[in-house]
C-alpha cells in the first residue's frame, strides 16, 4: 500500500532556483535494506519484495514518530 510519504526526496538538490528530488526515501530505504539480504541466494524478486517490505515498515516508522514530536 502506498503512503504520502513514499515520494518524499531522499536527496533534493536546489539548482538554479529548482528542486531536484532524484530517488524517492522509500527507494533509499529499500536499497539499503536489500544489502543486508542481497547476498544470500533467495530469487531477485523475493530479495525486492523483502527490501520494500522493510523499506516500508521504515516510512510507516518514521511517519509516526515525527507525529509524536509533535503532538
Sequence with gaps: MRSKHDGIP????????QIFSGMTLIDWFAG?????VAITDEREDKVAEWAYGYA???IDERAKLRKEEND
Design 56 to 58: 516500508r515498515a521504515m
Design 32 to 36: 539499503q535494506a536489500m544489502t543486508g
Design 10 to 17: 531522499a536527496f533534493p538538490e536546489a539548482c538554479n532556483g
